[in-house]
């Protein structure tokens, strides 16, 4: 059974930047299609970035240009580097599979919270 653990959440300024991190347990991950989500208060959960077993990417619009996802799949590890972060951009952020590529869920993790806030 995979297991997912997000980290690097945290306040930032308007502007700042943040890296989150996914590690997952499982040597399956590796041959997965694996994103990152968020989901605000009050709002449904979203896809933010995804990225294929061959590294290919797609983003959604609010945030192209801003985040760069990526992955160490000999860490089974999926990263998201934010820059220019905007207020709007406050969610819990989690990891999981890109229901694009695939089908079915890991187990969801806790999540890592990012808030933007002068």
């Known amino acids: 059974q995979v297991q997912l653990v997000e980290s690097g959440g945290g306040l930032v300024h308007p502007g700042g930047s943040l890296r989150l991190s996914c590690a997952a347990s499982g040597s399956i991950f590796t041959v997965k299609a694996m994103a990152w989500y968020r989901q605000a208060p009050g709002k449904q959960r979203e896809l933010v970035a995804g990225?294929?077993?061959?590294?290919?990417?797609r983003y959604a619009d609010s945030v192209k240009g801003r985040f760069t996802i990526s992955r160490d799949n000999a860490k089974t590890t999926v990263y998201l580097q934010m820059n220019s972060l905007e207020p709007e951009d406050t969610a819990v952020y989690y990891c999981?599979?890109?229901?694009?590529?695939?089908?079915?869920?890991?187990?969801w993790g806790q999540g890592t919270q990012v808030t933007v806030s002068s």
């Open positions: 999981n599979i890109d229901n694009a590529y695939e089908s079915g869920w890991y187990p």
């Open positions: 990225i294929t077993s061959a590294s290919r990417t």
